[in-house]
């Protein structure tokens, strides 16, 4: 815990936060698998601080990083059953509960974190939002989950071939588990906290990610070779529990959402620079990283997982609309 906390210490323009929660009515209790200083949590900071402000201090966010509360499965079920309040998760996690998830965690499904962007702050990323409501959570925001790309401790990838046999962690997403094969290569769901000592003991060879998290877990320490192949640029999700909701006036609902919204530009901002510090830092460690490679192939590999997972006319829709996007 040390560690990640001297890690996330040199974050640029923190959210400056000062918890309330004991003269709050309501104090929400949210979770986050991320270190403390991590955008992520810094946003929904922010939020909590804008939240305390609008409602004069009826409401605050009381803040569980670092897996306080478990790894993302669990706090999923948690929060639905109310037992926590507010979740920060990837999508990966909900692609097996709400079909509508499935769509921007398909790979190469954005062209960029530009066109991501647009795409989930616009109509399809309402409709997924909207998508929560039949399963015991309201979506409110999306945050940046980066692009994310193969690494591992024994070989540079430079191409599809150098991935076959290779073992992968994944997060436990059945689409994940069928990139990965389609990659020729074997996929082994895990949970996060898991992957470290997987890598370091030859369980695994490696894993995919982004740049802040590859740094963040250490997992650079055991798994030297990082090719930039971005096969995902999966958005995480900000929930919060029906059942807390329910117990909210319309007004204070409203600010909530309001809140969750502002809270993104915060977030987005402090993104870009914390990817810029993991890759510096990365980079110094002496990591190889492996920048030109010929995506066409990998992207081509991606056929029967589409074919598998966008079946209905609804989500066809909402791939096409994604790729007409500008």
Not at 42 to 50: I, N, T, Y
């Amino acid at each position: 815990m040390m560690r990640m906390k001297s890690i996330m210490a040199g974050l640029v323009a923190s959210v400056a936060f000062v918890s309330m929660a004991g003269a709050c009515e309501m104090t929400l209790k949210s979770s986050d698998t991320h270190p403390d200083g991590y955008p992520t949590v810094e946003a929904v900071k922010s939020m909590g601080a804008e939240l305390e402000a609008t409602t004069d201090g009826k409401l605050c966010i009381e803040i569980f990083h670092s897996k306080q509360l478990g790894e993302e499965k669990d706090t999923i079920e948690q929060t639905q059953f109310g037992a926590i309040d507010m979740n920060r998760v990837s999508l990966g996690p909900f692609n097996n509960i709400i079909e509508e998830t499935q769509i921007p965690s398909l790979p190469y499904i954005f062209r960029s974190v530009d066109h991501m962007h647009k795409v989930m702050d616009g109509p399809v990323g309402q409709q997924i939002l909207d998508a929560f409501a039949d399963h015991d959570l309201i979506g409110l925001a999306f945050y940046d989950g980066g692009s994310r790309s193969f690494y591992n401790r024994e070989k540079p990838i430079n191409s599809m071939d150098d991935l076959k046999g290779m073992k992968f962690r994944v997060m436990q997403s059945d689409m994940f588990v069928d990139m990965v094969s389609a990659l020729g290569a074997n996929a082994t769901p895990m949970p996060y906290g898991e992957v470290y000592s997987s890598i370091q003991t030859g369980v695994i060879d490696g894993a995919e990610n982004n740049w802040p998290s590859y740094d963040t877990s250490g997992h650079f320490e055991v798994a030297k070779y990082y090719t930039l192949d971005q096969h995902l640029i999966v958005p995480e999700v900000l929930v919060m529990s029906k059942i807390t909701w329910d117990k909210l006036s319309a007004d204070e609902q409203a600010k909530v959402r309001t809140a969750a919204k502002n809270s993104v530009a915060v977030m987005r901002d402090l993104w870009v620079k914390q990817e810029k510090i993991s890759e510096d830092k990365v980079r110094a460690a002496g990591v190889e990283i492996v920048t030109d490679i010929d995506k066409t192939p990998f992207i081509d590999a991606m056929k029967p997982v589409y074919e598998k997972y966008v079946k209905s006319d609804k989500l066809k829709k909402m791939v096409s609309e994604i790729q007409a996007t500008q």
